[in-house]
């Protein structure tokens, strides 16, 4: 069974770091893409990073760019996403994904963590 356990979530002041880790588990985890999302209350889900399988390729979205880093270790099965210069707006559920299966079948599912709250004082 995928497995995707999230740790790092925390309270943070404008302008800290927090780094975010997901454990997976259940699928050949160097073979995937992995992904960060995040949701605030009220809020869309909203993708935060992408790192390709793997691990050679990175994307951000702009609210998040030069702030953030995600990276992979697959020996540990483990994406990491390092947070600094923290504002009150990364305020969110902090979501770990993977998409697993090909793009042509109709077994291609998203696979989540549970969440890991991120809170930023102002």
């Known amino acids: 069974q995928v497995q995707l356990v999230e740790s790092g979530g925390g309270l943070v002041q404008s302008g800290g770091s927090l780094r975010l880790s997901c454990a997976a588990s259940?699928?050949?985890?160097?073979?995937?893409?992995m992904s960060w999302y995040r949701q605030a209350p009220g809020k869309e889900r909203e993708l935060v990073a992408v790192?390709?399988?793997?691990?050679?390729?990175?994307n951000y979205a702009d609210s998040v760019k030069d702030r953030f880093t995600i990276s992979r270790d697959n020996a540990k099965n483990t994406v990491y996403l390092q947070m600094s210069n923290m504002k009150p707006d990364d305020t969110a559920v902090y979501y770990c994904?993977?998409?697993?299966?090909?793009?042509?079948?109709?077994?291609?599912?998203?696979?989540w963590g549970q969440g890991t709250q991120v809170t930023v004082s102002s």
């Open positions: 790192i390709t399988s793997p691990g050679g390729s990175t």
């Open positions: 994904s993977a998409v697993i299966g090909a793009t042509w079948s109709i077994a291609r599912r998203s696979y």
């Open positions: 259940g699928f050949t985890f160097s073979n995937y893409d």
